[in-house]
Each structure stands twice: as structure tokens, then as C-alpha cells.
């Protein structure tokens, strides 16, 4: 059973900064793209951050880029979110997600699992 679980979330206020983490089980993870989305509530998901199997490549929402760093141990099957100088408008519900290609975590449109979400509050 393929599973994503997230962990990391949870309120803080604006300046601060998270490390979200999601533990892959029951895929190969040197095999897949990784990322994270967010859906903020009243919104659509978005793309946040993607890194590929190898880790040599990683691709950033413009919103985040220069404040959040993803990155992945494939030795412990997981992928991280650093998350920096976090700001109100990052509030949102945050999915990892796996998928063969960056530009299925990109696009979302051919993602081959996505985890339950954890929850990232920035107060003003």
C-alpha cells in the first residue's frame, strides 16, 4: 500500500519558520518525482515545491521561491519543506505528493498519490 504521510505542521507567527516532512512507504522513492502543494481554504490546491528522484533538480511556486527549500533522504524515504520568513498567505493545508515526472507535481495532473495533509497556520 502506496502512503504519504505528513507531519510538521501546526500555528506560528509571521517571521517564523516550519519543517514539514512527509514519509514515503510502499513505492520506490528513488524512483519518483517528489513535491508539496497547499490548498488554502476557499481556494484551489497550488503547487508549492517539486524535487526530482535524484534530488539535481527542484522547481518553486513564485510565491515561496527564496523562502522555502525542498529536499529529500532517500535513506529514510522522506521529503522536507523547509519553510522560511513564513507570512499569513502561506496559511493553508499542505500535500506531499509523488509522481513520475516535476511537471506532474507542477501540474497535479498526474500525480500518483498524495498524502492527508497537514496544517500550517501564520498569524499575523
Known amino acids: 500500500q502506496v502512503q504519504l504521510v505528513e507531519s510538521g505542521g501546526g500555528l506560528v507567527q509571521a517571521g517564523d519558520s516550519l519543517r514539514l516532512s512527509c514519509v514515503v512507504s510502499?513505492?520506490?522513492?528513488?524512483?519518483?518525482?517528489m513535491g508539496w502543494c497547499r490548498q488554502a481554504p476557499g481556494k484551489e490546491r497550488e503547487f508549492v515545491a517539486a524535487?526530482?528522484?535524484?534530488?539535481?533538480?527542484?522547481k518553486y511556486a513564485d510565491p515561496v521561491q527564496g523562502r522555502f527549500t525542498i529536499s529529500g533522504d532517500n535513506a529514510k524515504n522522506t521529503v522536507y519543506l523547509q519553510m522560511n520568513s513564513l507570512e499569513p498567505e502561506d496559511t493553508a493545508d499542505y500535500y506531499c505528493?509523488?509522481?513520475?515526472?516535476?511537471?506532474?507535481?507542477?501540474?497535479?495532473?498526474?500525480?500518483?498519490?498524495w498524502g492527508q495533509g497537514t496544517l500550517v497556520t501564520v498569524s499575523s
Open positions: 524535487i526530482s528522484w535524484s534530488g539535481a533538480n527542484t
Open positions: 505528493a509523488a509522481g513520475p515526472t516535476l511537471g506532474a507535481i507542477v501540474t497535479g495532473g498526474n500525480v500518483r498519490v
Open positions: 510502499g513505492l520506490t522513492f528513488s524512483s519518483y518525482a
